[in-house]
């Protein structure tokens, strides 16, 4: 089945305690992508992929950083999470050009 | 840099109305739209694509349009049912480079049976 996961679901930390989000997709997809989701500001890129090695900054890239050394994976890496990083994070993925996104299930992330 | 409106922000109609969602962006320069639904607390489900080339896409009871000119897409929804409540998303894909893309902050729709 053609799917985007996310690890972990759900995770609750404290401050300065660096963390990793995982992201993966199956479907042999250039272009990855990390969103956060918050009430009334909507989704937001924070990074994007558009292939091995290549990343670039969305709209909202500051307190995070992301590799891209397999194709298939795109982790997201929080060096030193703080209270306004508590979001819902979404992982995408497309084929090149003008495709469809797929998107992961979502990380709700809570940062105390 | 890219804007993407979506109005009304919140919709109630009955069960078996025809409606329309409207989504509006300030930069014509873009690959595709794509209309997405989101439940509450789940991830985001895609509906329709449109390519910057074409007017409209059709599936099911589903028709999205895009004026790429006037910076406008709708998403019309046939017969709606309690099922089609959910928040209703659009998003480009601008073109250029770096190929970013922007959501618009959503319709939440209830259909009230």
């Known amino acids: 089945e053609a799917q985007v996961t996310q690890n972990p679901r759900y995770l609750i930390t404290v401050t300065g305690k660096k963390l990793t989000v995982t992201c993966s997709q199956n479907?042999?997809?250039?272009?990855m992508s990390w969103y956060r989701q918050d009430p009334g500001l909507g989704l937001r890129q924070i990074y994007y992929s558009m292939n091995v090695e290549v990343t670039d900054k969305g709209d909202v890239p500051e307190g995070y950083k992301v590799s891209r050394k397999e194709k298939r994976n795109f982790p997201l890496i929080l060096e030193s999470p703080s209270p306004n990083q508590t979001s819902l994070y979404f992982c995408?993925?497309?084929?090149?050009?003008?495709?469809?996104?797929?998107f992961g299930p979502g990380t709700r992330l809570t940062v105390t | 840099k890219q804007e993407v409106t979506q109005i009304p922000a919140a919709l109630s109609v009955p069960e078996g109305e025809n409606l329309v969602l409207n989504c509006s962006f300030t930069?014509?320069?873009?690959?595709?739209l794509q209309w997405f639904r989101q439940d509450p607390g789940k991830g985001l489900t895609s509906l329709l694509l449109?390519?910057?080339?074409?007017r409209e896409q059709t599936s099911g009871r589903l028709n999205a349009s895009l004026d790429k000119s006037s910076g406008r897409s709708t998403l019309y929804i046939a017969a709606s049912q309690p099922g089609d409540s959910a928040t209703y998303l659009c998003a480009v894909l601008n073109s250029g480079g770096y190929q970013k893309v922007t959501f618009g902050t959503g319709t939440k729709l209830q259909v009230i049976p």
């Open positions: 479907m042999n997809h250039e272009y």
């Open positions: 995408a993925s497309r084929s090149g050009g003008g495709y469809e996104q797929y």
């Open positions: 449109i390519q910057s080339s074409q």
């Open positions: 930069d014509s320069a873009i690959y595709n």
